[in-house]
């Protein structure tokens, strides 16, 4: 199937290795990586104030053609020893000044047939990598933040990076690429189990010198695990998924902060059904800043080199008194180009809204008409 999905967590899923002591064995110093440059026209009305801006979209001009990148270079060398193990490094530079840490994910694999995998560093949780959900072939995510480039929407809706209310790819609170040990086991006829543990969820990428965890407020003791079943029945392939999580935030009176999702994918003949439905409960006294979403999809891979899409996803978060609302639908085709080179065209509508009334209210809408080049190595 077409599914050329260059999301920055399908590329980091490679078992990759590190050190030997016998000279007959011979580091593999690879590197791959992926870009993905979009232009778009956008069209957006609603009254959101965009971060940073001091206008009004309906005062402002936000309409009309942007460019927006996404690209990485993955270092991933490698070595196998004799008694089978393979030891790996995968560190990948993001190419776009963000105002953050350029480095995405940094860490260490162990594996081997019978071992399975362990991963040790700054890397998403078992759950996270263990799910999915509604398939596509286009690169312009609507299940994450990345359309935010061409539509604005963060002052309209509180969803949260790594949250249900945005994308059905959770964490715990929100916590994304700390420090963190987690195990795979080997594949049972298709079905893998993985359990993650993290001192703490406050650091992207970077130690934490130290974690008190009598720090209210301070998120701690972070422990996820995901199941992924993954199995093809003659013409007809399926894969389910399911994740929970759990943190500790120590403040008394208060819930330890959860999320947890399920999702699968269908696919018979060239036909590819799939969807997920997330959770995050955040532990705030009356649920404030709790959010679910769900995403529906399907594919078609057309005979020759297009694949087409539909999807949409569908969130919401408590906001008090009622409930801001997310909803973006995707409709896109992709066209392989050639070893890895695909060509994307998309049209993309997302309204996005803060739950408040009369002058508290924010809202936003937006249309995406776009194509992108996508470059994996």
Not at 33 to 55: E, K, N, T, W
Not at 58 to 74: K, R, T
Not at 242 to 262: F, H, K, M, Q
């Amino acid at each position: 199937m077409k599914k050329h999905l260059l999301s920055t967590s399908a590329i980091a899923l490679g078992t990759v290795a590190l050190a030997a002591p016998a000279a007959a064995q011979e580091w593999d110093v690879s590197f791959g990586g992926f870009m993905s440059q979009h232009v778009a026209y956008a069209d957006l009305s609603g009254s959101a104030v965009p971060a940073g801006s001091a206008q009004s979209l309906s005062a402002g001009d936000f309409d009309g053609v942007d460019i927006h990148s996404n690209s990485e270079i993955i270092f991933t060398p490698s070595i196998t020893l004799d008694n089978g193990l393979t030891f790996g490094v995968n560190v990948q530079l993001e190419t776009e000044q963000n105002g953050a840490g350029e480095i995405d994910e940094s860490y260490m694999t162990i594996s081997s047939d019978t071992l399975g995998q362990i991963i040790i560093g700054s890397e998403n949780s078992a759950g996270y990598k263990s799910m999915v959900g509604a398939p596509g072939v286009t690169s312009m995510y609507i299940n994450s933040p990345s359309i935010s480039t061409f539509i604005p929407f963060s002052a309209a809706y509180p969803g949260g990076f790594r949250q249900a209310g945005l994308s059905s790819f959770t964490e715990v609170a929100g916590n994304n690429d700390v420090q963190r040990l987690t195990y795979f086991t080997p594949s049972f006829n298709g079905l893998t189990l993985g359990v993650s543990y993290a001192p703490t969820g406050n650091n992207n990428v970077a130690n934490s010198f130290g974690v008190n965890k009598n720090t209210p407020g301070v998120l701690s003791d972070i422990f996820d695990i995901g199941v992924n079943y993954s199995q093809t029945f003659g013409t007809t392939s399926v894969t389910l998924s399911g994740r929970y999580g759990v943190g500790d935030t120590n403040i008394a009176g208060v819930s330890d902060p959860e999320t947890w999702a399920l999702g699968f994918q269908v696919g018979f003949a060239d036909f590819t059904f799939g969807g997920s439905y997330a959770e995050n409960d955040n532990g705030v006294a009356n649920g404030a800043g709790d959010s679910s979403g769900y995403s529906l999809g399907m594919t078609y891979d057309i005979a020759g080199p297009w694949a087409v899409e539909a999807l949409a996803y569908i969130g919401e978060t408590d906001v008090g008194a009622s409930n801001a609302d997310y909803e973006a639908y995707r409709i896109g085709a992709s066209r392989d180009l050639g070893p890895g080179v695909d060509w994307d065209i998309y049209v993309v509508q997302l309204d996005a809204d803060n739950g408040g009334v009369g002058a508290a209210n924010r809202d936003v809408s937006g249309t995406v008409i776009g194509t992108g080049i996508n470059l994996s190595f």
